[in-house]
């Protein structure tokens, strides 16, 4: 069955750094997400892209976040200046289409550590 | 803003026992997703549902949209079923939804 995959599965970065986190969608789905998840607490929503643009973003992904479809395949959620706040399980998912009334489809994760 | 609620928090089980993990939410919604988060992180679908009962396998999950509540049952549980199971709630129509979610319930089921 095909599946979203995210890359690392760990990163760990020092305060301040960039880091770029990357997901691969299913490939014939055309709505990608990206959740947060802060050890002990509930998965948050980040954001969603469609049709190469930002559907709709939650008020924690400011400034400091960007998101990107750089090709045909991948789809990358870039943190600017991480803080340490921004450690967190980071997930990807993606979604097939807006006719069929189906789950979205989720990643492993990236750990995501802030030192 | 929708409020995602479960219960319990956390549940222990031994094997073999039927399990039940309620959902409940406040805001009318157009689907309700049951997901599984094993010990590693990486999280799985197990059902989308707006009405009714869906089954697969040993899972049971079933969903009263009058009352805002959802249920997750597990029938003959198994050591292998641990895992959090959340509960995410998708509001309004159309398909590109973004998901709501409960702060999960830990399952422990003992051999």
């Known amino acids: 069955e095909p599946e979203v995959t995210q890359t690392p599965s760990h990163q760990v970065t020092q305060m301040g750094q960039e880091v770029i986190l990357r997901c691969v969608p299913i490939?014939?789905?055309?709505?990608f997400y990206w959740y947060r998840q802060i050890l002990g607490q509930k998965v948050e929503f980040l954001v969603s892209?469609?049709?190469?643009?930002?559907?709709?973003k939650s008020e924690i992904f400011d400034d400091q976040f960007s998101v990107e479809r750089p090709d045909g395949s991948n789809f990358t959620l870039k943190i600017r200046s991480t803080k340490l706040e921004d450690s967190a399980m980071y997930f990807c998912?993606?979604?097939?289409?807006?006719?069929?009334?189906?789950?979205?489809?989720f990643g492993d994760g990236t750990r995501l550590s802030i030192l | 803003k929708n409020e995602v609620e479960q219960s319990p928090q956390n549940l222990t089980a031994q094997e073999g026992e039927f399990i039940t993990i309620n959902c409940s939410y406040s805001v009318g919604i157009s689907a309700l997703h049951w997901l599984q988060q094993h010990p590693g992180g990486g999280i799985v679908s197990l059902f989308m549902l707006s009405s009714g009962k869906k089954k697969h396998g040993r899972l049971i999950a079933t969903i009263n949209i009058q009352e805002k509540h959802s249920s997750l049952h597990i029938t003959a549980s198994h050591p292998r079923d641990s895992a959090v199971y959340i509960c995410a709630v998708k509001a309004g129509g159309g398909s590109n939804y973004k998901l709501t979610f409960g702060k999960g319930t830990l399952l422990t089921v003992n051999p």
């Open positions: 490939s014939n789905h055309l709505y």
């Open positions: 998912a993606s979604l097939k289409d807006s006719q069929s009334n189906q789950p979205q489809h």
């Open positions: 892209f469609y049709n190469n643009e930002i559907s709709e």
